[in-house]
């Protein structure tokens, strides 16, 4: 008995109307203490709040469950991206009523306002949708749903717990690779801002003889086969397959680095997740690498249905590591594992020349056996410093060192192409563009 008395009072939550009343019978009763002929007042008001809200009780408590709701979220939630969550609610009350919801989110994102206002008429349903946005990977705890109803009446509040509490894992961005995917299989990449790379000669492989319509290459008109037909026929060439297409990911403390919320490895993850799906879509054999200190995950290139869902599960689970990275491991790795000559781009970042010429010896060595595509970052905090007008000295002296940082990051492209490494040195919100831009003008150009 006490244990429900207690579930009771919990759940039972004095409105503002109902305070704004009993406060009026107070001051009443203040004046009645001077003015005797006030004495009948406060009495009549007290006495018809108290029963308005007995009625208001009857009315929230008469049915056991008065409300119902769910929170509906997908099985896992995309990082970096506005992820779209729901919670159904149903009026089970004769009445309308007033609703205030709240819904436990994950501390990640110390958000304290996701608080929902809805009325809902007798027997209606609703679904309130709002959006989350990860910037980290792992499990995200959520936890219950508490529902506060209130009658017309509006003097006390009825809360509801609804156990809704679930661990939703938090993967790289499948969003954005669905995005890219169908661009591809409907060659619309363009409205991606992918560019049409106008091809050099033909692909090596042959697909088959066609008829010929109006603007074939005409030197690819098959004579003998138009002498055979009686009509212009002409040869039709793909893309050549199945060539192998390795992203690398550098895990040491350089992608530490936040963006926008998100580190460099995380843009770096899903911008691998990204091109390696596109490479598998161009039936090209698509394989990753990552590496710090240690030898981490490796995943020879393959292309089975499955492939992709492996590469998914295994850049879930990495993690920044804070020393520099072995590129002495990272050669022997690619030379153990690469058996033939591969595209391999490597998601590192550069600050200073300095850095670069530590790893550069190393990465000569990866170029002579592999198509070797070197992805840094710039770092647009400096950028913007640096495109700042400077005010004062100390202005003027922090313009000057972000100038020279900038700089630097050029210098280290011309390095990279001096040596015959290809590179791109793009902002993080670019990454995914200017990377598969670059794998589809390397297919382009046959340079794999």
């Known amino acids: 008995m006490k244990k429900g008395l207690g579930a009771f ?9 109902l305070s704004t009343a009993l406060s009026c019978c107070v001051v009443f009763f203040v004046f009645a203490f001077f003015f005797k002929w006030l004495g009948i007042i406060p009495q009549l008001l007290f006495w018809v709040v108290t029963s308005l809200t007995v009625a208001d009780l009857i ?11 769910k929170r509906h979220a997908p099985e896992r939630l995309s990082n970096g991206d506005d992820n779209e969550l729901g919670i159904y609610i149903e009026n089970r009350y004769p009445f309308n009523i007033r609703v205030g919801i709240i819904d436990e989110i994950p501390f990640q994102f110390q958000k304290r306002d996701v608080w929902f206002k809805t009325v809902l008429t007798p027997r209606q349903t609703k679904l309130i949708n709002y959006v989350l946005r990860p910037v980290k990977r792992g499990g995200y705890d959520f936890g219950d749903i508490r529902v506060y109803v209130k009658s017309p009446l509006g003097l006390i509040s009825r809360r509801y717990n609804f156990a809704q509490a679930e661990v939703l894992p938090v ?7 669905r995005k890219y995917e169908l661009m591809a299989i409907s060659n619309r990449l363009n409205e991606m801002g992918i560019k049409k790379i106008r091809r050099l000669g033909h692909s090596l492989e042959f697909d088959q003889v066609k008829t010929y319509v109006p603007g074939d290459d005409y030197r690819a008109i098959n004579w003998k086969a138009t002498a055979r037909q009686g009509s212009l026929m002409t ?15 550098d895990k040491s403390r350089a992608m ?3 963006f926008e919320g998100l580190s460099l490895l995380d843009y770096a993850i899903n911008a691998s997740l990204v091109l390696l799906n596109v490479a598998l879509l161009k039936e090209d054999k698509a394989g990753l690498i990552t590496i710090s200190e240690k030898q981490g995950a490796v995943i020879a290139a393959d292309r089975r249905p499955t492939q992709l869902n492996k590469i ?5 689970r990495e993690k920044t590591r804070y020393l520099e990275t072995n590129m002495e491991l990272l050669y022997t790795t690619i030379r153990g594992v690469l058996k033939q000559r591969s595209l391999v781009v490597f998601f590192t970042n550069y600050e200073s020349l300095s850095a670069l010429n530590r790893q550069l010896p190393y990465l000569k060595r990866i170029a002579r056996f592999h198509l070797l595509l070197v992805v840094f970052f710039e770092n647009t905090e400096l950028k913007k410093l640096s495109e700042e007008p400077a005010g004062d000295v100390e202005g003027i002296y ?18 990279l192409a001096k040596h015959g490494i290809q590179s ?12 598969v831009n670059r794998y589809l003008e390397i297919k382009a150009k046959q340079k794999i």
């Open 59 to 69: 009315l929230l408590y008469r049915i056991n469950s008065g409300v119902f709701a």
């Open 171 to 177: 993967y790289p961005s499948f969003l954005q690779m």
């Open 256 to 258: 530490k680095m936040p």
């Open 424 to 435: 791109i040195l793009t902002a993080p919100q670019n990454l995914n563009v200017n990377t």
């Open 398 to 415: 922090i313009k000057t060192i972000a100038e020279k940082f900038a700089y630097d990051k050029k210098l280290i492209v011309k390095e």
């Open 235 to 249: 040869n039709a060439y793909i893309d050549e397959k199945s060539q192998h297409v390795y992203c690398v990911i």
């Open 312 to 316: 998914l599960e295994v850049l879930h």
């Open 9 to 17: 009072y919990a759940n039972l939550f004095l409105t503002g109307r």
